[in-house]
């Protein structure tokens, strides 16, 4: 969404302004914590004992355990032996799930999450400037976050590329970068992209697109550009091969991208939210010859469910958020039950530091708005979420050789009651309560005394 | 005519200074002399003769010719070099065209007399100096502060292309970091593409579209040659890494300008030459402001003066440059960096044969050895020492006469915006508050915000009399994305108001200052 909007509905409220150099939980102590227990953890098997294994695959498991090698999962079931040497987990009256997966998100990004200037900014690339400082990540952990896509923001027809992460709070960013991870972009719909709620500082002049027309010309438009771009490149390359001489064409950042768009190499994620709309995406994407993987938002997709299913497209969505500008009005908390019974693989996602830390709640609130079942409801923020950025082979369930990404919670995660006791990803723990809570007084010791010295 | 032209000769003669004068022969004798080259002499003696350093040594013949210089108790250095300055460059005004590649500094800058006093007077005889505007700021040189026309002064010219991180106003491209990465990629792809294009082209023209001339991709192929290195500014570890990921593809040899969390970084900067800020971060100058910032902020700023003695141990080459402060508080940050560290001969190392090693020119300047340029510098105690003050100056081995000690503390008075402003931006939405700390410098503005929408430092900070500009990095309200507001205002005595340009619209704000 990435441009404020004053209702207080809306995930670019301004709700509970926290100033952001005041982080509560201290990120320095984290980096120290992960020094210390996180890499020994790797170098040994960690089983997790006695807890309810909630495998989103294969059903909930009783009294299960789930072992931990190489920071993958090794073994889940009731009936696990692990090695003498291993640590063990005591996770009785526990639940086990695995890290939820947000595939909406603006954290950790340095700087403007959009570059505004042009209509079409698909050379620009979140992982550019992503920053391992943000305290968002780990408080995200803390809410049995441990994934996310990052986003570019919406302010263009077609944003820059996006970025698939996981939370590894204290390392480099390098090591957060989801190797293997398809390349994603973002495209946007409506208000955003026409400069709806905007307007361009003082004398300048207003940007194209400023309707829904233009928003559909940018994008078709970018790709005829591509199929030409693709075109010379084919002509210097034929002209090589028998040997003329051929001045090589420019290599343009922003027609690469497009142009990997059409090979497939690249998968659209599009921030949508009128069901007319919607489906002019659809079929200007089938008329291109390119796919949607995800429709974003998409508040109206209740109306075109079907649609969006026989083109395969996801929706990821807000179970309760809506009403924030015009184009937000005909929302339904129904949605998400809708269009899941309608077939289309859907997530709900957070575009929300805030929100990004108990995404558990809203999808325990898709049961009761439209009756999901539990598993179908777990699947909204863990399986579902792996389908759409096309990592379901790694993550997004508890299954023997996919990545150990873990969370231990007190009670069921789809309860209100329940609290994050330990986050793991490929096996190390990234986030555990009572460590944090152990290091406090250790942290406000440092900062006073740190204080000291600068009051000299 | 010959008569004429001998009269005004000698006229031209009696109008210059003693400095204005053939370089002459000296002997400085008795005092403590600091090769750099090699251990310190105790009652050595450098002879400078034509400009040029004709000896140095505890047993050296004081040449008949020679005016004696003694500096008995004093210590005798070569001229230190400040490798990252902007020295000659006014702040970026509103209008004012952004350097690109092919801009070089040396015909650009404007050093006024007060530039090379501030410089000498702590001890600096050469700096590397080019505008801090724009994202590819240019063509830097290596330049002597000594007397006569610009063009005598170069050493060397260009010595680096400099590029910043740097964002344009909001709705011009690149207005974002990551679109700010995505334009360096592209011109250096497009330089790629130049000669790729022209030497085809060249080889034989007939039927081939002819490729357009550009003097910017032109003056960038020394460095994709690698026969120029590129100075990245990066300051914090992340920026850095962009940096390097930058040079990497496209095989740059680089340096890395700023360094603040380089302490953080002694294993990514093995082999790469840095020049370490002695700007160090400051805390914020109200209590209750320093109490509120998080741990990670304040051990990050205590911890930064810790960089050169953490790159020393790691035996990554480093100097020591005073950019984006002033040559006022270089060797006050030099001090910081050796009460957390940092020994006097690595300091000393660092502001002379190092950074001239990083630029090529550690044949001319660097160390006092027979044959280079006699930039010699004597101060009453050991340079670094509190309270040493520095009292000759030798530049091309002419001596500069130093200002008057009264002249430096005009400088510093308080100018009206310094302070700490109370700002309230009235949006749409609601108002906005936030409590900005401002400080004038030369027409510069550097500060920083904190409030509704985050805290950070400003940026593109200028001011001329009342009218200033600045701009911060705000949180959206969500606070998952940051976007610039841009400040243009006028100030009023302790009252400020006037438009912040967003990317949502124009919003008026006012500011008071907090007493």
Partial sequence: MSTPHANPRHPERSERSRPAQSPRIPRCFVALLLGTIATGALAEDLLIRNATVLTITNGTLPN?????????????????????????IDATGKFVSPGIIDTHSHTAVEGSVNEVSLPNTGMVRIADALTNEDISAYRQLAG?????????????????????????????????????????????????????????????????????????EVIRKSFVDARDYLARWDEYEAKRKRNEAAIPPRRDLLMETMADILRGNIDVHAHSYRADEIVMLLNLADELGFKIREL???????????????????????????????????????????????????????DSDELARHLNHDMAKAMKYGGLTEDEALRLGTIN?????????????????????????????????????????????????????????????EKEERLKKESK | MRLRRLAAFLFFLSATTLHGDAPGVYAITGGTVHPVSGAPIPNGTVVIRDGLIESVGAN??????????????????????????????????????????????????????DDLDAGRSVGVTTVVTAPNTGIFSGQSVVLNLSAGPMESRVIKSPAAQHIAF??????????????????????????????????????????????AESAALEALQPALAREVPVVFVADSAEMIRRAQAIAREFNLRYVIAGARQGYQLADALQGVPVLVSVKWPAAPADKEDREDQPLRLIRDRQLAPTTPAVLAKANVEFALVSAPGKAGDFIPGIRKAMENGLSAEQALRATTLAPARMFGVDRQLGSLERGKIANVVIADRPLFAENAKVTRVFVDGREVRLPAPDKKATATAAAPIDGTWSVTVRAPQGSVSMQVTLKAEDGRLTGTF??????????????????????ISANTQNEAEASDWAFRGTLSGDTMNGTVATTIGNFEFSGSKSK
């Fill in chain 2, 166 to 211: 740097r964002t344009r106003p909001t709705w011009t491209f690149p207005d974002s970091l990551m679109g700010v990465i995505a334009h360096i990629r592209q011109t250096l792809m497009d330089a790629q593409q130049y000669t790729a294009a022209r030497t085809v082209y060249e080889r034989n023209p007939a039927g081939l579209q002819r490729p």
């Fill in chain 2, 60 to 113: 050296v013949t004081v040449p008949r010719d020679a005016t004696v210089i003694d500096a008995t108790s004093a210590h005798v250095y070569p001229g230190l070099i400040d490798a990252q300055t902007f020295l000659g460059f006014a702040a970026a005004k509103k209008g004012d065209p952004e350097p690109a590649p092919d801009s070089l500094a040396i015909r650009n800058l404007r050093i006024t007399d």
């Fill in chain 1, 144 to 216: 049995g976050t441990t994934m996310a896509l990052v986003l570019h923001g919406s302010a263009n027809a077609i944003g820059g590329q996006s970025q698939i992460v996981k939370w590894k709070w204290g390392r480099p960013i390098s090591e957060w970068l989801v190797t293997g991870a398809p390349r994603t972009i973002k495209f946007a719909l409506g208000e955003n992209p026409k400069s709806a709620n905007f307007r361009p500082p003082e004398g300048q002049a207003r940007q194209y697109p400023a309707t829904r027309m233009g928003v559909e």
């Fill in chain 1, 385 to 445: 979420a792996a389908k759409q950025l096309r990592l379901d082979n790694r993550l997004g369930s508890i299954e023997v050789g996919k990545d150990a990404d873990l969370v231990i919670w007190t009670a069921h995660p789809l309860s209100t009651y329940a609290r994050v006791d330990t986050t793991m990803i490929e096996g190390e723990i990234y986030f555990d309560r009572a460590e944090d809570l152990a290091r406090r007084e250790d942290m406000r010791r």
């Fill in chain 2, 450 to 471: 904190s409030g509704d929408r985050g805290s950070g430092e400003i940026r593109n900070g200028t001011i001329t009399d009342s009218a200033f500009e600045f701009t």
């Fill in chain 1, 64 to 88: 299960a355990s789930v072992l931990v090698r190489n920071g993958k999962i090794a073994a889940v079931g009731a009936n696990v032996t692990a090695p003498a040497s291993a640590r063990v």
């Fill in chain 1, 296 to 350: 974003q938002h998409v508040l109206e997709g209740y109306k075109v469910a079907p649609e969006i299913a026989a083109h395969g497209a996801g929706a990821g969505t807000f179970i309760d958020w809506w009403g924030y500008k015009a184009e937000a009005y005909d929302a339904i908390p129904y949605n998400v039950a809708l269009m899941v019974r309608n077939g289309v693989l859907t997530s709900v996602n957070s």
